[in-house]
């Protein structure tokens, strides 16, 4: 059964992601306060369509390696349903196409014989699940609770692309991503952003401490998408921070007795976008997103050499695979894959 209770346990069954019919979804404020707030509607509206077919076949290969490793270090590896996400569908208020099943990490949130599907301020994304229904449906089978979160109304006034020094979703509805839990075994860090309302906490907070979690509250930090390039727990004991964004006097307090490891803009390759006119769906971060196979071993982008080299100071070995579309298509290897069962149990690390 699902059982994930942090991120750093030795992996024992993933999902990995497909690049097939991804498409870059209708333009619509909704899109734009996820990924690309500082640019203007007009200016996105040429974004509009499927990617380019080499783009998608070079992900797709760049996944299969990844799969490939995966299964090579005993990993068991599951992969979603295809679906054609260039196809229009609507709610009562708005219309749009899909985006991609690139990223399994953003809508579903594995713990311990439990699976919180997410509520997602992207318009684009409220059927994405659908390529994850027959696992999830037998996992039910097999004990697991399977919870999602209201589907959200997603009204335009939910959006505000003005002051982004504040997240770009109000705190109307509730609204979360996966990646903006970082899963801690009893702990779990809550981060506020573009992709995370407090309406959210509010929801997940009571979902989990019944169930013997403790919920923390990570707000002001970082305002856009996910917390997967900000804050990534290696160990018991050791976290890897983003220095751009963080700083020895700014972060997460339940970390405050952990080594922690600084990632400066200087240690990071930044890796090209393939977009028309280059405009980039995601930071140069992207390079700090990392899969851990266990306590010892992470998958990073092979370019990333100054930050393996870092890691390896702190007994970390890396597999570095390519990563030649991971900014183009907004996820790095964390992002591409769902780690749905890690060796151990649910504990308390603090």
Sequence with gaps: MISSNNDWDPLEEVIVGTADYSTLPTMSKSVQAFSYAEYSLEELKSLEGPHEQRIRDESNEDLEKLA?????????????KS??????????????TGWYTFC???????????VLE????????????RAYYDYLTQQVE?????IAAPKPILLDDLYQVEDLSKPTVNNNEIIWEAPNIVRLGKDLLYQVSNTGTLKGYQWMKNIVEKRGYKLHLAEGFYCFAHFDSTVVPLRPGLVAFNGARLREDHYPQIFKD???????PEMMYTAPTQLPGGIPPCSPWIGMNMLSVNP????IDEDQDVIRRVLAKHGIETIGLPQRHARTMSGGFHCQTLDVKRKGGRQDYF
């Design 142 to 146: 097999e004990g697991v609770e399977w």
């Design 118 to 129: 997410a509520a997602s301020p992207g318009r684009c994304r409220q059927y994405e699940s």
């Design 68 to 80: 490939d490793t995966l299964k090579g270090l005993g990993v068991k590896v599951h992969r979603p």
């Design 104 to 114: 399994p990490r953003d809508l579903l949130l594995p713990l311990e014989n439990l």
């Design 258 to 264: 952990w080594d922690k490891i600084w990632i400066t």
């Design 296 to 299: 010892n071993l992470v998958i």
């Design 83 to 96: 679906i054609d996400h260039s196809k229009e569908f609507s709610s009562p208020d708005w219309t749009t």
